[in-house]
């Protein structure tokens, strides 16, 4: 029998039912910090403003920071039948220090104030995600200026296309997540705002002053509308969004380690500390690490679906419906934060295996485009032309089970009389990789280029 429900109106005690379903204590307990700092923040404002007195801010304040040091030794634990984070902290400073605890409550409800632990739990980890993200470039920055000649097919539809280099690769993963970086830190700006002083819906008959709560918990200002501010979660669908989008990234980039890892391909080497055996097959080596990091995305998605779905058709402006925003936030956020660690670890100790992927590059004619360029820019020919005399000139590597690069002149000439000795020279994949030199392409000095870029970049974040 619980009787912790907060109510004035409602006297029977609640069922045990109903508490299960509608205590959110179990799960938005992690937000005790931010709970206690927005009611040391609110105390300080109303005492400022003359509403409650300095004796009893000082006796809220002092009693708020001993719960906080309480909670984190372990001497106070959430785990009593209050209905949330905010009646359990509220409840035990009463219980603390008497009628002071009573008057906090002035001039606010649990809607503003659970919309501002929320949203700086969200604001926090929209930092705490970026600058993982930012460790993660470095990281594949690194491997990209290491690996600026290391010559790999490049593919579309998963077929050999054209040579590029690895840094040039790891340089399209890097690009990826500069505009996650973005997307969490333009999240945190647009939602650097207080919802403090909203109060149940439609602000306070006090004389409070938004601006000096919205100044001590460090936003740029108050919300512009507390009808909208107590039902806004759109700072929470962001971060789920944003995390979906990075996690879509991740498994891209997952997926390619695990196939490199294969012995089809063996370009990569997970290290040892990121693979896993198999019980009863001796031999095996799995890259359950990226296979996880790749699935992860599943739950990142589901997370930002079913807040996207509990929030359609809400009329405003607080419902209860609301209180289902969070346990998905704190999965994703949770997953994104492990994912982002674990990845950083194992793409700086994996191997990468040079003459592999360079061994690779000998198969798929990577440099046929070269050829049907080179009948374009030196012997003028229209570039269907040359498309079809190139197609001839595979075809006749095929037969001698040769690259195109491995032709010799006079093949080439059997094809086509007017192609000369210059194209030799072109064919090579390594000068085929350092002929793409227009802006972002791949030849070594374009991937250098594009880490010095990101590296500056990166210095301006700091
Ligand atoms: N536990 C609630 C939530 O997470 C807090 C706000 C409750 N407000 C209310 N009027 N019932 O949404």
Redesign the pocket.
């Known amino acids: 029998m619980g009787t912790k429900i ?1 109510s004035a109106r409602i006297s029977e005690s609640s069922s045990e039912l109903l508490q299960k379903l509608n205590n ?1 204590l179990p799960f ?1 307990k992690v937000l005790y910090e931010e709970d206690i700092t927005g009611s040391r923040a609110h105390a300080y404002m109303l005492s400022q403003q003359g509403i409650i007195s300095e004796d009893d801010f000082q006796q809220i304040d002092n009693g708020l920071k001993e719960i906080l040091s309480d909670i984190e030794s372990g001497d106070f634990t959430l785990d009593g039948d209050d ?2 984070i ?1 009646m359990a902290i509220e409840g035990e400073l009463t219980r603390r220090i008497g009628d002071a605890g009573k008057r906090l409550h002035t001039a606010r ?3 503003d ?2 919309a501002l632990d929320f949203r700086l739990f969200v604001l926090t980890n929209n930092k705490i995600i970026a600058k993982l993200i930012l460790e993660n470039i470095n990281t594949l920055i690194v491997l990209a200026k290491k690996h600026a000649q290391t010559l790999l097919p490049g593919m579309t539809h998963l077929q050999h296309a054209q040579p590029i280099n690895f840094g040039f690769h790891m340089m399209a993963y890097a690009s990826m997540f500069k505009r996650d970086y973005e997307r969490f830190m333009s999240s945190y700006e647009r939602n650097n705002l207080s919802p403090v002083g909203c109060a ?1 819906l439609a602000g306070t008959p006090h004389p409070i002053d938004r601006n000096t709560t919205a100044k001590k918990l460090g936003f740029s200002s108050p919300t512009l509308n507390c009808l909208d501010t107590v039902s806004d979660r759109d700072f929470a669908l962001e971060i789920l969004f944003n995390i979906s989008t990075l996690m879509m990234h991740l498994s891209r980039l997952s997926e390619e380690l695990i196939l490199w890892s294969t012995a089809e391909f063996k370009w990569i080497t997970l290290s040892d500390k990121h693979a896993t055996g198999s019980s009863i097959m001796p031999q095996k080596k799995n890259p359950d690490i990226p296979e996880l990091l790749r699935a992860k995305t599943g739950r990142a998605n589901g997370n930002l679906i079913a807040l996207l779905t509990v929030m359609k058709g809400l009329p405003l402006a ?1 419902n ?1 419906d ?2 289902e ?2 346990e998905g936030v704190f999965d994703s956020v949770r997953t994104a934060t492990l994912s982002l660690q674990v990845l950083e670890e194992m793409i700086a100790d994996m191997t990468v295996n040079v003459e592999e992927m360079e061994k690779a590059c000998m198969i798929g004619h990577l440099s046929a485009t070269d050829l049907a360029d080179y009948l374009v820019k030196e012997q003028n020919l229209p570039f269907r032309d040359a498309y079809h005399i190139t197609g001839d000139a595979v075809n006749l590597a095929e037969k001698k089970g040769l690259d195109i690069s491995e032709l010799s002149l006079s093949d080439l000439q059997s094809i086509d009389e007017r192609i000369d000795e210059g194209v030799i020279a072109l064919l090579d994949n390594r000068a085929s990789m350092n002929a793409r030199v227009s802006e972002g392409g791949t030849a070594t000095v374009r991937t250098l280029e594009q880490v010095e870029s990101l590296r500056g970049w990166i210095r301006e974040q700091m």
């Open positions: 907060a959110s938005d209905e949330d905010h409800s649990r809607n104030q659970v149940a607080y209860k609301m209180q925003d969070k």
